[in-house]
C-alpha cells in the first residue's frame, strides 16, 4: 500500500478516470469537486469526499488539479475555501489542467509563498487513454519536486517528462495540441476533397491507415467520420481555448493561424462537438 495521501480537485471526463487510476493503485484519495453528482461514484471506489478545496488540502501530501481552464484554476487556489486559504506547507501542487503559463507561474508563486511546490502536468491523450493509464504527461517547474512524484504520475501515464521551469509543461502540451489542431482540419478538408472526387470516405482511410501517414488520432477520428460520431472525445471548444492561449504566447506561424481562425469560427457552433466536427465547416 501506498503511503502518500492524495487530494483530487476535478472530477471530469479526464479527472474521474485518471483519480480512479491512483485509488487502483492504493493511494488513499480525498476527492473534490464542484458539481456534486459524481461523489458517489468515487466514493464507492473508495475515495473520501471534501467538502472544499482547502479540506482536501488538509487532509493531503500531494493535491492535483484537473479543472477546465484559467479561472477555474484561480478559483480553486485563491477562492473562498481555496486551496491557499488554510495556510498549510509542504505540498506539492499539480495542475493537470490545460491553462496558460502565466496562470501557473502565478500560482507556482503564491504556493512557494506558503512554502508549498507547483508543478504544471497537462496530458495528451483523452478519456479512453485516461482510463487505460495510457497519457502522456509533460511537467514543468521544480525537477526535485518532479523526481518526488514521478511514481505517482506513472500510475496514469505511458510516458511521464519533465521538460523545463514552471510553465514548460503548459507550454509544452499547447504545442502539442496546436499540431492536433492542425492536423485535425486537415484530415477534415482531405476527407472532404475526396468526397468530392466521390471517393469514399472508407476507401480514403484505409489508403491513409496503410501508408506512411497513418496514426493512432487519424483512425480514431476517421473513424469518427465514417460513423457520423461528433460525441465529444476532445471538444472542439477546448482546442479553441488553447489555440488562443497558444496565440498569447506569440504563435503565429501561417498553418497554426489558419487552424486556430478555423476553430474560432466554429467554436459557436459546433464547441460541444469532438474536434474532428471541424469537417462540417468544409
Known amino acids: 500500500m501506498t503511503t502518500a495521501k492524495i487530494g483530487w480537485i476535478g472530477l471530469g471526463k479526464m479527472g474521474d478516470p485518471m483519480s480512479q487510476q491512483l485509488i487502483k493503485?492504493?493511494?488513499?484519495?480525498?476527492?473534490?469537486?464542484?458539481?456534486?453528482?459524481?461523489?458517489?461514484?468515487?466514493?464507492?471506489?473508495?475515495?473520501?469526499?471534501?467538502?472544499?478545496?482547502?479540506?482536501?488540502?488538509?487532509?493531503?501530501?500531494?493535491?492535483?488539479?484537473?479543472?477546465?481552464?484559467?479561472?477555474?484554476?484561480?478559483d480553486v487556489f485563491t477562492g473562498n475555501n481555496g486551496l491557499l486559504s488554510v495556510q498549510a506547507?509542504?505540498?506539492?501542487?499539480?495542475?493537470?489542467?490545460?491553462?496558460?503559463?502565466?496562470?501557473?507561474?502565478?500560482?507556482?508563486?503564491?504556493?512557494?509563498?506558503?512554502?508549498?511546490?507547483?508543478?504544471?502536468a497537462p496530458v495528451s491523450g483523452s478519456v479512453k487513454q485516461a482510463e487505460d493509464a495510457l497519457l502522456v504527461i509533460m511537467v514543468g517547474g521544480d525537477n526535485a519536486a518532479f523526481q518526488?512524484?514521478?511514481?505517482?504520475?506513472?500510475?496514469?501515464?505511458?510516458?511521464?517528462?519533465?521538460?523545463g521551469d514552471?510553465?514548460?509543461?503548459?507550454?509544452?502540451?499547447?504545442?502539442?495540441?496546436?499540431?492536433l489542431a492542425i492536423y485535425a482540419q486537415g484530415l477534415a478538408e482531405t476527407v472532404t476533397f475526396a468526397n468530392q472526387q466521390n471517393?469514399?470516405?472508407?476507401?480514403?482511410?484505409?489508403?491513409?491507415?496503410?501508408?506512411?501517414?497513418?496514426n493512432v488520432i487519424g483512425k480514431i477520428k476517421g473513424d469518427a467520420i465514417m460513423?457520423?460520431?461528433?460525441?465529444?472525445?476532445?471538444?472542439?471548444?477546448?482546442?479553441?481555448?488553447?489555440?488562443?492561449?497558444?496565440?498569447?504566447?506569440?504563435l503565429s506561424s501561417p498553418l497554426a493561424t489558419v487552424a486556430a481562425n478555423t476553430f474560432q469560427e466554429a467554436e459557436a457552433t459546433l464547441g460541444e462537438e469532438d474536434i474532428i466536427a471541424i469537417i462540417k465547416k468544409f
Open 227 to 250: 460513423n457520423d460520431n461528433y460525441k465529444a472525445a476532445f471538444a472542439l471548444k477546448h482546442i479553441a481555448k488553447d489555440l488562443r492561449l497558444a496565440k498569447a504566447e506569440g
Open 166 to 179: 514552471t510553465g514548460a509543461g503548459n507550454n509544452t502540451k499547447l504545442a502539442v495540441n496546436t499540431l
Open 25 to 74: 493503485a492504493g493511494y488513499r484519495v480525498t476527492a473534490y469537486n464542484r458539481n456534486k453528482d459524481r461523489d458517489a461514484a468515487i466514493q464507492a471506489m473508495g475515495a473520501s469526499i471534501a467538502a472544499t478545496p482547502a479540506v482536501a488540502m488538509q487532509q493531503s501530501d500531494i493535491v492535483f488539479l484537473m479543472v477546465s481552464d484559467d479561472n477555474a484554476t484561480r
Open 89 to 120: 506547507s509542504g505540498k506539492i501542487i499539480i495542475n493537470m489542467s490545460t491553462v496558460s503559463p502565466a496562470v501557473s507561474k502565478d500560482m507556482a508563486a503564491l504556493c512557494a509563498a506558503q512554502g508549498n511546490t507547483y508543478l504544471d
Open 199 to 214: 471517393i469514399r470516405t472508407e476507401d480514403l482511410m484505409a489508403v491513409i491507415n496503410n501508408s506512411a501517414l497513418g
Open 148 to 163: 518526488q512524484v514521478k511514481p505517482v504520475l506513472e500510475k496514469m501515464g505511458k510516458l511521464v517528462l519533465w521538460t
